[in-house]
């Protein structure tokens, strides 16, 4: 029905500028934006791979650009929404189960979706950059 | 559930959406073992040289769960963009546009690191 007109006058169903944003909605927003973000960061991770079959030049090019400090903010942005999407899949994978439903559960998961990924986060960048000392 | 012009029309179901779900859902869930050991290699390898960084990624097992990894997010990545486009994109020419080169970009992004893989296994 894609060239349809679509149905005048009938009331139609509340749409996101009508709902008071609540976290879990929020989430559902960030589950999705950044999805798309990893879409678009995969780039990142392609480069890193053919950088490295390529040879010491391409590979310099490479750390050089992630060392960089613009790279760094991709790269950190690019670890939460890493970390971010994999909680909330997680999430949705308790949801398929047909738990985690109820008012508190959900609110509480989503919370913890929120904490962890910021907090995993920062342990993965403190662990990469002191632990093994790397990005200098 | 389709109407007569519906059907005529050959808009509804096509006969998929169950597999397109249970994909999704099959590479989540392969995903989050594959992404942990990807992340724990990427941070070992955070400020190595070319030449240590090289021979660990085409090392048999770095290599395999690379591999794995790669095969497993493009996927998924390819059917998550997919249902975005489905779903805001309503224009027929831009959604298939869009669609077309979602394939075409998570095709070639993902070869091109399986081939950086391979290439780095099987040596140069």
Redesign the interface.
Known sequence: MADAKGPAARPLSPHLTIYRPMLTMMMSIAHRITGAALYVGSILLAWWLLAAASGPNAYATFQSAASSSIGRIVLFGYTWALVHHMLGGLRHLIWDTGHGFGAAEREWLARANLAGSVALTIILWIVGGYLMGGLR | MRTPL?RV?G?GSARSGTEHFIQQ?LT??A??PL?IVA?LI???L??????A??QI?GSTPVAIV?LLF?IS??YH?KI??QV?IEDYV?E?RAKYLLLILNAFFAIA??F??I???L??SFGV
Not at chain 2, 46 to 51: K, P
């Open positions: 519906g029309r808009y859902r989540a869930i995903n989050i992404t992340v990427v941070i070992s955070i400020g190595r040289n070319h030449a960084v090289a990624l690379m790669i997010i493009f990545m998550g963009m975005i309503h027929e992004a993902g091109s690191s081939y950086a893989i290439k780095l």
